[in-house]
């Protein structure tokens, strides 16, 4: 079956441009988080979907970051007026349920490059 | 504080010779020990789950198992293909999962 999808897979903007990330979990996947991987480190919890309860936002390093999410499928994530300190690999991942022992699977990420 | 250690920070090995990676914890409420892989330009690939201490899981060459304090990934007669970086991850009370900072495993052919 399809994998967690996210575009665009690269994207290269001028500092102070708005960026939007997009996410399309596997099918069935209730939950849904994203990260941020800077290069040569681990990775950075940013939010955490489940359902229709309120997400879990405590990651988001400032304002200018937001996510939303319809249902339980597309999500996006949105960065405005971006900064250096943004570039990064942001990575998208979905698990079954809202149970924090199930795996989560991530996809390959939207590498973003702040000009 | 809740924390995840992963070392080394790199290995190299020749094809055929077995080694270790660790992955240290201290977490309150371990719920799970998780084992991923990361290819270049890639997103973590799961690999293992580990609930409780005492627990083995095996895929192919690798050997992932769990005490109360630390989590270690044996890597059987390594191939070329297997070189990738490695990182694991808990999760506690909190649904988002902690990582390491991972173990980049080279294997010389």
């Known amino acids: 079956g399809a994998g967690v999808s996210q575009s665009p897979s690269n994207k290269v903007t001028e500092k102070g441009k708005d960026v939007e990330l997009r996410c399309d979990p596997i099918?069935?996947?209730?939950?849904l988080y994203w990260y941020r991987q800077r290069l040569g480190q681990g990775l950075e919890f940013l939010i955490y979907f489940q359902g229709n309860s309120a997400p879990d936002k405590s990651g988001l390093p400032s304002d200018r970051f937001s996510a939303e999410r319809t249902g339980e499928s597309v999500s996006t994530l949105t960065i405005q007026r971006t900064q250096q300190e943004d570039s990064a690999v942001y990575l998208c991942?979905?698990?079954?349920?809202?149970?924090?022992?199930?795996?989560?699977?991530f996809g390959d990420g939207t590498r973003l490059s702040i000009l | 504080e809740d924390q995840v250690t992963q070392s080394p920070e790199a290995l190299r090995l020749q094809e055929g010779e077995s080694s270790s990676l660790n992955c240290s914890y201290t977490v309150s409420g371990l719920r799970g020990l998780f084992w991923y892989r990361q290819d270049p330009g890639k997103g973590p690939e799961f690999l293992f789950t580990l609930y409780s201490a005492g627990e083995e899981k095996e895929k192919e060459r690798l050997k992932a198992t769990l005490t109360k304090k630390e989590s270690f990934l044996h890597i059987t007669a390594p191939k070329p293909e297997d070189s990738a970086t490695y990182l694991c991850a808990y999760s506690g009370s909190a649904r988002q999962l902690t990582f390491g900072s991972g173990t980049q495993l080279t294997v010389l052919p």
């Open positions: 099918s069935g996947h209730t939950a």
């Open positions: 991942a979905s698990s079954l349920g809202d149970y924090s022992n199930q795996p989560q699977h």
